[in-house]
Every structure is written in structure tokens, then in C-alpha cells.
T-cell receptor, first 110, second 113 residues
Framework: NAGVTQTPKFRVLKTGQSMTLLCAQDMNHEYMYWYRQDPGMGLRLIHYSVGEGTTAKGEVPDGYNVSRLKKQNFLLGLESAAPSQTSVYFC?????????FGPGTRLTVL | DAKTTQPTSMDCAEGRAANLPCNHSTISGNEYVYWYRQIHSQGPQYIIHGLKNNETNEMASLIITEDRKSSTLILPHATLRDTAVYYCIVRVAGWGGGNKLTFGTGTQLKVEL
């Protein structure tokens, strides 16, 4: 099993550009999450999904959109990137007791 | 979810036990204590969780006080690879409400020779 994978690993954007981050899991989990982590801080929840076709807002949803068209994939979109969105983005999926995290995507917005 | 308080940093000698404390004085009866760790630049990793009884697995032991207002994560024989940020999180068990994890800033554990 690959677990949770994230694409891409690194990306540099210019202000106003758009992009989509892909998260994939092969554990058949219903719940999936997107977090961001800024330097020296803990992870903050952006959006989450409790199943295919459903999404919900987390702690810091502004400027992001998500989609869960397939159970195994959870996409995070930035429609118009801003420098404040420079961060490391982590995806996770959840079994009953624990969340499994991906390796992260390091995004820089210039 | 209840708020947790952890020391900002701790040091431990390799081979010794690392004892990481966490205060969660406002924990509710149906909230579990979870521990995750994050090795530099990697995604967080689940370690252990418990409700009120002490728990042990291959990675660590979790000791929860009788009043459940604090807990200690014990790494019995710390190695250099245990250097990481350790997060103590309390949350309600089960599937309701998306069951979100709220991460604080954690404890930076540094294991040294």
C-alpha cells in the first residue's frame, strides 16, 4: 500500500495564478482532510470530507476550494494564489482511530 | 475539543526514557487523549491514544492521571530518530462532526548523544 500520496511535492506560483493539489489514498477511507502548516506553527485544518461527494469547511477555508469526486482522491484548489498562502500543505485520511498523513506539498507564492 | 498545554521544548539523552507531559484540565468525559509526532518536514505520525486507562504499544506508553486532567507520553528508550515535535490532542471519539484534530505547537523533543 502506498498510503497517502500528494502531488506535486514542490511548486512555485506567482500571485494570481491558480493550481490544484492532489491527494490520493489507497486505504478505502471515508474521511479525508487538508491542512496547512506555517513555520513554527501546528497544522491548521482547511477543508475536510466525510465521504465521496461531500466537503466541509475547516478552520482556515478562505481562498481554497476542494472537491471529492472519487473516494480515493481529495483535491485542493487555489483559484487566485496570494503570498499569504505560502505554506506546507498536508493531506490526511482517517481510519477509526488515527489519521494517516501524506508527505506534504511545499508551496511558495511570489 | 479541550485545549492542551505542553512545554515548548525538552531534551533527552539517547537510550534514556523521554517523558513528555501534557495538561488538558478541561477534558470532557467522552474525549480521548491522542499523541502524534512530526519529524522534520514530514507529515505527522500517529503514536498512541487513550481514554482513562494507561496504554502501551510498540512505540510508546501513555499514562493518564486518574482525574484525566493531564497525561504523559513515555518513549522508553529514546533514539536520535525520535527527535521530533510531539503533539498532544484531545478529541471526541467516533465519527461525528468530521472528527477533526486540532494541533497546537507541540513539544520539540531533541534526543542527543
Amino acid at each position: 500500500n502506498a498510503g497517502v500520496t500528494q502531488t506535486p511535492k514542490f511548486r512555485v506560483l506567482k500571485t494570481g495564478q491558480s493550481m490544484t493539489l492532489l491527494c490520493a489514498q489507497d486505504m478505502n477511507h471515508e474521511y479525508m482532510y487538508w491542512y496547512r502548516q506555517d513555520p513554527g506553527m501546528g497544522l491548521r485544518l482547511i477543508h475536510y470530507s466525510v465521504g465521496e461527494g461531500t466537503t466541509a469547511k475547516g478552520e482556515v477555508p478562505d481562498g481554497y476550494n476542494v472537491s471529492r469526486l472519487k473516494k480515493q482522491n481529495f483535491l485542493l484548489g487555489l483559484e487566485s494564489a496570494a503570498p499569504s498562502q505560502t505554506s506546507v500543505y498536508f493531506c490526511a485520511s482517517r481510519s477509526y482511530d488515527e489519521q494517516f498523513f501524506g508527505p506534504g506539498t511545499r508551496l511558495t507564492v511570489l | 475539543d479541550a485545549k492542551t498545554t505542553q512545554p515548548t521544548s525538552m531534551d533527552c539523552a539517547e537510550g534514556r526514557a523521554a517523558n513528555l507531559p501534557c495538561n488538558h484540565s478541561t477534558i470532557s468525559g467522552n474525549e480521548y487523549v491522542y499523541w502524534y509526532r512530526q519529524i522534520h518536514s514530514q507529515g505527522p505520525q500517529y503514536i498512541i491514544h487513550g481514554l482513562k486507562n494507561n496504554e502501551t504499544n510498540e512505540m510508546a506508553s501513555l499514562i493518564i492521571t486518574e482525574d484525566r486532567k493531564s497525561s504523559t507520553l513515555i518513549l522508553p528508550h529514546a533514539t536520535l530518530r525520535d527527535t521530533a515535535v510531539y503533539y498532544c490532542i484531545v478529541r471526541v471519539a467516533g465519527w461525528g462532526g468530521g472528527n477533526k484534530l486540532t494541533f497546537g505547537t507541540g513539544t520539540q523533543l531533541k534526543v542527543e548523544l
